[in-house]
């Protein structure tokens, strides 16, 4: 039985407040897989690591410092997802090679960013960012994970221009906005946060 899970997850800038608001932010929306683990006894333990290359390397390191943990790496795939494997997307898209003690299970990605959740979740955003939001301004596209990532920052800015909280900014509303989503909502048009929830589930009731 898994007795730890460390997930390291690219994100947060390099300030030290910036990454305990995006951590704070992640705990909220993984909060089901929380409570499940503490349920169960089991520690759980959120890396806000910065860049992705970062991310990458504190998993690696953690492999050798916490071998009894489940270590999960969770970074935003950057481009359509068009292969099987997760680590497979990677290894193409940033040459990193899969360490050989770990399989699928402990790679995740958000498709093709965390922008992508966020636009999953359309009545969490027009609440959070009320007067002067601009629904048109966001895909239609049922499936977040085909929008291009060129396109998902620059609509949430169109969207959120003219609103009080102002255009979105990702270290000033991304750990807001990961605390308000809908779990359900955003799991059902984004398959790979479903995996994300699914697999950590699966590991710990097994």
Wanted: charged share 25%; hydrophobic share 35%; with cysteine.
């Amino acid at each position: 039985m898994v007795k730890e899970v460390r997930i390291y997850v690219e994100g947060g800038g390099d300030g030290k407040n910036t990454k305990a608001l995006i951590r704070q932010g992640f705990s909220q929306f993984l909060n089901p897989l929380v409570e499940l683990a503490r349920s169960q006894k089991i520690k759980w333990n959120i890396i806000i690591c910065g860049s992705r290359n970062n991310a990458f390397q504190d998993f690696k390191n953690a492999l050798k410092n916490h071998p009894e943990a489940f270590n999960v790496l969770l970074v935003d795939a950057e481009a359509p997802v068009k292969v099987e494997s997760p680590w497979q997307h990677l290894k193409l898209r940033d040459n990193w090679n899969k360490p050989s003690e770990v399989d699928d299970s402990q790679c995740h990605l958000m498709v093709q960013a965390v922008e992508a959740w966020f636009i999953a979740d359309i009545e969490t955003l027009k609440k959070f960012y009320g007067q002067g939001f601009k629904e048109n301004a966001i895909s239609k596209n049922p499936n977040v994970e085909t929008i291009a990532k060129d396109n998902l920052e620059p609509s949430l800015k169109a969207a959120t221009s003219q609103t009080t909280k102002g255009e979105y900014h990702k270290i000033n509303h991304a750990s807001k906005l990961l605390e308000l989503l809908d779990v359900a909502t955003v799991r059902q048009a984004s398959p790979y946060c479903d995996r994300l929830f699914t697999t950590l589930q699966g590991k710990i009731e097994t």
